[in-house]
Nanobody
Framework: QVQLVESGGGLVQAGASLRLSCAAS????????MGWYRQAPGKQREVVAR???????NYADSVKGRFTISRDNAKNTVYLQMNALKTEDTAVYCC??????????????WGQGTQVTVSS
């Protein structure tokens, strides 16, 4: 079993920055892709950013140029630096991690989420 614990959320004003962290622990085989997702009230969960074990990244169009995803493989931790926050970034942010067990079998684990609220 793998546990993901997020931290770093909070209440900020528009234009401010926040840095989220997500640490994976437990009986991992090989953590590959890690990512951040968010879900705003009344909306479906959406991907924010993902990063491979090799460092390749992809972002939602809505956050490109403002958010940066990074990871520390030695610590099995993924980060999300969020700059120039907007009110529409308000959501619960969750991280996930893919644990590669063997070819054809990958488990995906999710954190419980951290609230990010951006006020105008």
């Amino acid at each position: 079993q793998v546990q993901l614990v997020e931290s770093g959320g909070g209440l900020v004003q528009a234009g401010a920055s926040l840095r989220l962290s997500c640490a994976a622990s437990g009986n991992m085989i090989s953590i590959t892709t890690m990512g951040w997702y968010r879900q705003a009230p009344g909306k479906q969960r959406e991907v924010v950013a993902r990063i491979s074990s090799g460092g390749s990244t992809n972002y939602a169009d809505s956050v490109k140029g403002r958010f940066t995803i990074s990871r520390d493989n030695a610590k099995n931790t993924v980060y999300l630096q969020m700059n120039a926050l907007k009110t529409e970034d308000t959501a619960v942010y969750c991280c996930n991690a893919d644990d590669f067990i063997h070819p054809g079998l990958t488990y995906t684990y999710w954190g419980q989420g951290t609230q990010v609220t951006v006020s105008s």
